[in-house]
């Protein structure tokens, strides 16, 4: 398997629910990201990994907690969500912090 | 605050015009730009980077960037039906090492 996968593809939860989204890069990449995409508002970056360790935490409420157990993967912790929290999330890797991004197919995520 | 304003649209073309899309950047210093494409429900693809004043080619895709006016611009020649999406601009700031500043992109639509 190629690129970056992201999984799952859909996931519907409750606000007092804990799950959690993975994101798998095969593209021997150094630096992970975090967007979140919302209806008529521009990508928001939330978390920045680089060899493993976290390099920017964009205001993002606490009760998203990203981990990045090794350059490959990356998780992102969803614990007592809002439903405004509801978007698509998206996984991104690239070869050096800053550089070009290559994107997963995303997380659509409902919070009822 | 770095901004990055694109027109969201939609703007409608006939098949086979060229489609011209447009971005504009707050941060002066800024280094690199790239253009996305994304369909609808799917991940931003990387088109195009541009990272000095001109023109730069690839296909039908032509990149512009005039930094002194904070300009960057997509143009699609021989617009086909698959073309339709949305495109996103992105700029990466000048000292910033990560991140990468998006429009909230122009929705493009190629009519038969």
């Known amino acids: 398997e190629t690129g970056v996968t992201q999984t799952p593809r859909h996931l519907v939860m409750g606000m007092t629910n804990k799950k959690s989204l993975k994101c798998e890069q095969h593209?021997?990449?150094?630096?992970m990201y975090w967007y979140k995409q919302s209806a008529k508002k521009p990508l928001e970056l939330m978390f920045v990994y680089s060899l493993e360790e976290r390099v920017e935490n964009n205001s993002v409420p606490s009760r998203f907690s990203p981990e990045c157990p090794n350059s490959s993967h990356l998780f992102l912790h969803l614990h007592t969500l809002q439903p405004e929290d509801s978007a698509l999330y998206l996984c991104?890797?690239?070869?050096?912090?800053?550089?070009?991004?290559?994107f997963g197919a995303g997380t659509r995520l409902s919070v009822l | 605050q770095k901004e990055v304003e694109q027109n969201s649209g939609p703007l409608s073309v006939p098949e086979g015009a060229i489609a011209s899309l447009n971005c504009t950047y707050s941060d002066r210093g800024s280094q690199s730009f790239f253009w996305y494409r994304q369909y609808s429900g799917k991940s931003p693809e990387l088109i195009m980077s541009i990272y000095s004043n001109g023109d730069k080619e690839d296909g039908r895709f032509t990149a512009q960037l005039n930094k002194a006016s904070q300009y960057v611009s997509l143009l699609i020649r021989d617009s086909q039906p698959s073309d339709s999406a949305t495109y996103l601009c992105a700029v990466k700031g000048e000292g910033s090492n990560y991140k990468l500043t998006f429009g909230k992109g122009t929705l493009l639509t190629v009519n038969p």
């Open positions: 593209l021997g990449h150094n630096a």
């Open positions: 991104a890797s690239s070869q050096g912090v800053g550089n070009i991004q290559y």
